[in-house]
């Protein structure tokens, strides 16, 4: 009788606890800049959320350590549904094995609610290469190990581990040279002080689409609408190669604790959000691609990425501190 009622208080002032946080605005906390994929991500979903809703749902923007500190905001905030967190796999996957004085686990401490998108990046090289494949690439690659070099928006990012995956498949040496950002990375690129680059889409589409930049793949498992003619790095016929995958996942988390109710509600409206044309729409823009899935497909694929990045960081030796 005694837990009955003990647990009938919880339930109490747990539905309480809702109950006053949906007077408040749901904000989502993207950990970078306004202007990236992360961002247009979450606006484009607070909108159409908001619309569902029929309540107010903001953006908040807190930049900062590689996407860190906005994590760790969201992770200390109340778990009450509230305040949740723009993720994608760099700041959940990735930055786990790069910081090495993380004070939290991503994995422990956030609850995945729903992933709406999967963003793959392209492998260009300069116009006036001679490399035309993916093929010719690894054949140049391997008779020239370590003279070869490769542009990435920064140590640790996706466009470095991807490269550092891609020499680990084909078993050759290639030099990786990180910029501050895709701009710089890509204008080095473009006047031939580096021989290549994995970079996300947006940028380089429009570089390759001027003709200065040649597409020679993506590095997803499937081709992308806005460069429908380019294959994937897993067409490019090198045996080494056959199942080459490196994306990068974007979904939405809620720090620890949040009722199992709530986050069954959220998961249900974001990915009907999610499956409307206009925000698939707004993902092709970005590069990126539909892949929906609720709380427990979004954690397995969290440990399935921390897993395979984790790797990867301690076989390249990159860390971020």
């Known amino acids: 009788m005694r837990r009955a009622l003990l647990l009938g208080a919880v339930g109490s002032v747990a539905a309480s606890a809702w109950a006053e946080a949906e007077s408040k605005p749901i904000r989502i906390v ?28 903001v953006v908040e923007n807190r930049p900062g350590a590689g996407g860190n500190l906005g994590t760790e905001f969201v992770v200390r905030s109340a778990a009450d549904g509230s305040t949740l967190l723009l993720g994608h796999s760099g700041t959940v996957s990735i930055n786990p094995a790069l910081y090495h004085g993380l004070k939290y686990d991503t994995q422990k401490d956030l609850v995945p609610i729903a992933m709406f998108a999967s963003s793959a990046l392209v492998l260009v090289v300069p116009e006036n290469s001679p490399v035309k494949t993916v093929a010719d690439l690894v054949a140049l690659a ?114 620890r604790g949040t009722p199992d109710a709530v986050v069954k509600e959220l998961s249900a409206q974001m990915l009907k959000v999610a499956a409307t044309p206009e925000f698939q729409s707004r993902l092709e823009v970005e590069g990126a691609v539909p892949l929906l899935g609720g709380s427990a497909e979004y954690a397995a694929l969290i440990r399935k990425e921390s897993a395979q990045w984790a790797e990867i960081v301690k076989i390249s030796g990159a860390t971020a501190d």
């Open 30 to 57: 993207v950990p970078f800049t306004p202007g990236g994929g992360n961002d247009v991500f979450a606006r484009q979903m607070a909108r159409s959320l908001g619309e569902l809703r029929n309540r107010s749902v």
């Open 142 to 255: 391997k008779a020239r190990p370590g003279t070869l070099n490769y542009a990435s928006s920064g140590s640790g990012t996706g466009g470095h581990l991807t490269g550092e995956l891609f020499q680990q498949k084909i078993g050759s040496k290639i030099n990786h040279i990180p910029y501050k950002g895709t701009g710089p990375g890509l204008t080095d690129l473009v006047g031939g002080q580096v021989q290549m680059m994995f970079s996300v889409i947006p940028p380089a589409l429009a570089l390759v689409k001027s003709g200065r930049l040649r597409a020679l793949a993506v590095t997803g498992s499937r081709r992308l609408p806005s460069l429908p003619q380019v294959p994937t790095i897993a067409e490019s016929g090198v045996p080494s190669l056959a199942g080459f995958e490196s994306t990068l996942t974007y979904g939405i988390l809620a720090p």
